[in-house]
């Protein structure tokens, strides 16, 4: 049996300023953190028979983590398109809009599209490559949008769209 997965899928290039931002001020804090833990590491290692160290097995094992966020972010914020300019027509849904929806049973939430780097940073984040948000995009207000899933189908009703600045 082998281990082998499938690689992901390529995920959309998008991101807004402040999301680029929040990115980048995480590539630094990495590195931060990483010296911290080598200067960890040292000391651990100094303390004698490595095998049973469980300080500095726990610490190469923080490190590798690091190293390898850190590796994906260098990666990743050259190949990024920062969309900091709103749409011209502001009646249909795209990247960044704020769309307010109504559902089945009569709650409102809402929800910013943003790019897949940055949908975890706040709650009401949703990526512009999730199901709910490719049904939403280039929809209107007043439109009915329906996802279905292997357990349910949800309807949703567009109720508002804005864009922030």
């Known amino acids: ?26 590539l630094k804090n990495c590195w931060e953190k ?12 100094a303390e004698g028979d490595r095998s049973e160290n469980a300080e500095y097995i726990y610490r190469k094992k923080e490190l590798r ?10 990666k990743r914020l050259p190949t990024l398109t920062i969309v900091s300019k709103k749409p011209d027509n502001q009646d249909c849904i795209y990247f960044g809009a ?8 009569g709650e409102e939430v ?32 007043d439109e009915e949008v329906i996802i279905n899933n292997e357990i349910q189908q949800m309807r949703y009703f567009i109720v508002e769209i804005r864009y922030e600045s």
Not at 1 to 26: D, F, H, N, V
Not at 66 to 73: E, G, P, T, V, Y
Not at 98 to 105: A, F, G, Q, R, Y
Request: charge should be positive; aromatic fraction near 8%.
């Open 1 to 26: 049996m082998s281990r082998w997965k499938a690689p992901r899928p390529k995920s959309s290039p998008y991101i807004t300023p402040k999301g680029y931002q929040t990115l980048e001020s995480e």
């Open 34 to 45: 990483r010296k911290h833990v080598v200067k960890a590491i040292t000391a651990a290692a």
């Open 65 to 74: 983590g690091i190293d390898s966020r850190i590796n994906f972010l260098q």
């Open 98 to 105: 704020m769309v307010t929806l109504e559902k089945e049973n």
């Open 110 to 141: 809402t929800y910013r599209i943003v790019g897949p780097d940055e949908h975890t940073h706040k709650k009401y984040f949703i990526s512009m490559d999730s199901p709910l948000a490719k049904a939403l995009l280039k929809k209107s207000c």
